[in-house]
């Protein structure tokens, strides 16, 4: 479990047991948005998602060390997220997003 100081926006840290590093790219009062990388490749997992800032902390092991953050393709997750068309969602995209929010929510809980 990461000590709870250590938690920083722009930062990435990582689970040790699922091989994984989340970058952290907002840090609010009581919620982490995070991007989600497989540390053996490097390659994005997904969309951002949130968890709550306790199961952010309990959930991470430690601070990426400064060669996994180098492996991890940043220019991928930006490519898949900037555009300069406007976001149209659907209302079955936001149901659908609503969704996987939640089973990951509850799969954090677990540990």
């Keep these: ?16 047991n699922e091989w994984i590093a989340r970058e952290v790219v907002e840090l609010e009062r009581k919620i982490v948005k995070y991007k989600t990388y497989d540390l053996t490749t490097g ?41 300069d068309e406007p976001i149209q969602e659907t209302e079955s995209d936001l149901a659908l997003e609503q969704i996987q929010m939640v089973a990951h929510n509850e799969m954090i809980n677990r540990y």
């Design 1 to 16: 479990m990461l000590p709870r100081r250590e938690l920083n926006a722009g930062k990435s840290y990582v689970n040790e």
């Design 43 to 83: 390659k994005l997992c997904g969309a951002t998602q949130e968890c709550s800032k306790p199961n952010f902390i309990y959930w991470a092991d430690r601070e990426a060390t400064n060669e996994e953050v180098k492996n991890l393709q940043h220019d991928e997750a930006d490519a898949l997220y900037k555009t």
